[in-house]
């Protein structure tokens, strides 16, 4: 699986979690959601993935966003 693919299922899970968690615990875990969505949203502009570079550092295969 290449770092991008990694990335994209990393923040599906944690989005998802923290909207379960908001619902059922409190709504202050929405705010993990917003930067969740704000850092992939920099991403995308920039090229800077904090969890991407470490994954290169643990020596995933890189894809094509995060090289």
């Known amino acids: 699986m290449s770092i991008d693919r990694m990335v994209m299922m990393f923040a599906g899970i ?3 979690l923290s909207l379960a968690l908001g619902h059922y615990h409190s709504p202050y875990w929405l705010y ?3 930067f969740v969505g704000l ?3 920099q991403a995308s502009f920039t ?3 904090p969890l991407a570079i470490i994954l290169k550092k643990l020596g995933v295969t890189p894809g094509k966003a995060f090289g």
Do not use: E
């Open 32 to 34: 993990f959601t917003a």
């Open 47 to 49: 090229g800077f993935c």
């Open 14 to 16: 944690f989005i998802l």
């Open 39 to 41: 850092n992939l949203f």
